[in-house]
């Protein structure tokens, strides 16, 4: 079996940003390689079409991806939990408190569901506009403007909850 | 800058410093060899009743005669024995307790009728569009206590959430999303059933919806029985059965796909009688 070498590349160049994006979107390390394995095997089956524009290619996988994963563990929500108690979040031990509301404010974005966790992924982790969101989502840019209005204030209220994050006091001021 | 804008860069700083020590396996790229080689023997095993379903593997080639080439990706397997139909083909009326709902997907209305508590008397209308820039534009009508008002929000869910959807993260009850929920499992099919005098294929999913922040989080767990037509895949009826401190509570909805006539598209002319209050400002 071989390997065309301008995926390897590909796999070189982006595997590291869309392994951050799987891990902001599952919050666990070991699912996010995962889901960019099977991403990356389904861009790889694929690449004769996806050599023109594998990075929207295989973001599209890892976003389709990464709700399939949510329903599978909302089937088996008995056995595994969705995501850490929220009561972990007060339980970090840290000195440095900017690395606590890093923290805070992931956890936070784990309890959104999949589709505003997708939005706020994509328009301020990626920095990507409304129209780019829309078209990697498969949704119009009203509804990415709608969810990304719910999943900010839903954030707001989560970091609220935690006195210690400067992000929604200073928000909330 | 929104304020909107500030908090999500904001947030977007922090995520990206909070990952910044997040790095691929450094041998990503063999251990990807490794699964495409199991992925297509899985295949190879199943060939037989996937043949109708090819689809040729374009990277990955097999340099020995084993004959993997071939070999269909068993994503691709199609279970539906026809297109499932499009809900922008029909006006779509849902019936739930003292609640009706018209959607007209093709052009984006809604219509949302709820009745008094004797479940005769219409209550409360309102109408529903979407606006050319992403907003809503809505009109409603206070029939019991006399009133209507009109207006516009270009950001309808800012500054309140929306109750807890019951198909939050499963399918949404429409012939494409049941469609690919019954290719890749979401849904269980349960078997053929006949509701209404219809023959149907009953299909079934659990979840758990969670309510509240904080220490107040409380979650739910729900079951979906949902009842479609074997060929469309258009829903005709649901029920969901919630789990509350030990009580059962079911809501079944039933669902009729309208066809869009002129007449049946007259539910969404609404106008306020003319002796009722104006109260859109």
Same mark, same amino acid.
């Given at each position: ?13 982006? +595997? ?11 919050? =666990?390390?070991?699912?996010?390689? $995962?889901?960019? @394995?099977?991403?990356?095997? !389904? ?22 991806? +990464?709700? $399939? ?10 056995? !595994?939990?969705?995501?850490? +108690?929220? =009561? ?9 408190? !900017? ?15 999949? !589709? ?15 129209? @780019?969101?829309?078209?990697?989502? $498969? ?24 006195? +210690? ?9 | 800058? %929104? ?10 700083? &922090? ?21 495409? #080689?199991? #992925? ?14 090819? /689809?040729?593997?374009? &990277? ?39 609640? /009706? ?27 529903? #569009? ?8 809505? *009109? ?29 993260? *499963?399918? /949404? ?29 009953? &299909? ?17 767990? #729900? ?25 059962? %509570? ?7 796909? &309208? ?23």
């Amino acid at each position: 079996m071989r390997v065309d070498p301008t995926f390897e590349a590909f796999v070189e160049r982006e +595997s590291t940003a869309l392994l951050r994006i799987a891990y902001l979107l599952t919050n =666990d390390r070991g699912h996010a390689e $995962d889901l960019l @394995q099977v991403a990356l095997l !389904r861009t790889a089956r694929r690449w004769a079409s996806a050599r023109d524009s594998p990075e929207a290619y295989v973001r599209k996988i890892l976003l389709n991806l +990464s709700r $399939d994963r949510v329903r599978w563990l909302m089937r088996r929500v008995r056995e !595994r939990p969705l995501a850490p +108690s929220h =009561d972990g979040v007060a339980a970090i031990a840290s000195h440095d408190h !900017r690395v606590t509301e890093r923290r805070q404010v992931l956890e936070a974005l784990a309890q959104l569901p999949v !589709r505003q966790r997708q939005v706020v992924v994509l328009r301020y982790f990626e920095d990507r506009s409304v129209e @780019q969101t829309s078209e990697l989502l $498969d949704m119009p840019p009203g509804t990415v403007k709608s969810y990304t209005s719910r999943a900010l204030a839903r954030l707001r209220e989560l970091l609220a909850d935690n006195d +210690s994050t400067n992000l929604a006091r200073a928000h909330h001021e | 800058m %929104s304020d909107d804008d500030q908090f999500g860069r904001r947030l977007g700083t &922090l995520l990206r410093d909070e990952v910044s020590d997040v790095h691929p396996a450094p041998d990503l790229a063999r251990r990807l060899r490794g699964r495409a #080689k199991r #992925k297509r023997l899985a295949v190879g095993a199943g060939a037989a009743v996937l043949t109708a379903t090819v /689809a040729a593997v374009g &990277l990955l080639v097999p340099t020995g005669p084993d004959g993997l080439h071939t070999g269909p990706g068993p994503d691709q397997v199609a279970v539906s024995p026809q297109a499932p139909a499009r809900t922008t083909d029909y006006l779509l009326l849902e019936r739930s307790g003292r609640r /009706a709902v018209w959607t007209d997907a093709a052009t984006g209305r809604s219509r949302e009728d709820l009745y008094a508590d004797d479940g005769k008397r219409l209550s409360w209308t309102t109408i529903t #569009k979407d606006d050319a820039d992403g907003g809503r534009r809505w *009109l409603e009508v206070q029939w019991l206590l006399r009133w209507w008002a009109e207006g516009y929000t270009a950001t309808p869910w800012l500054g309140r959430m929306p109750p807890p959807d019951p198909f939050e993260n *499963l399918p /949404a009850p429409e012939p494409q999303s049941i469609s690919r929920a019954i290719t890749d499992g979401t849904f269980e099919v349960v078997g053929n059933e006949t509701v209404d005098g219809r023959d149907t294929l009953r &299909l079934h999913a659990e979840t758990t919806v969670t309510y509240g922040s904080g220490r107040n989080v409380r979650s739910i767990p #729900k079951k979906l029985e949902i009842w479609v037509d074997p060929h469309t895949y258009l829903p005709c009826r649901s029920i969901i059965t919630s789990t509350y401190d030990n009580r059962e %509570s079911t809501q079944t909805t039933a669902y009729t796909w &309208l066809e869009r006539t002129k007449e049946n598209l007259t539910v969404f002319d609404v106008t306020p009688p003319a002796d009722f209050d104006d109260k859109s400002r």
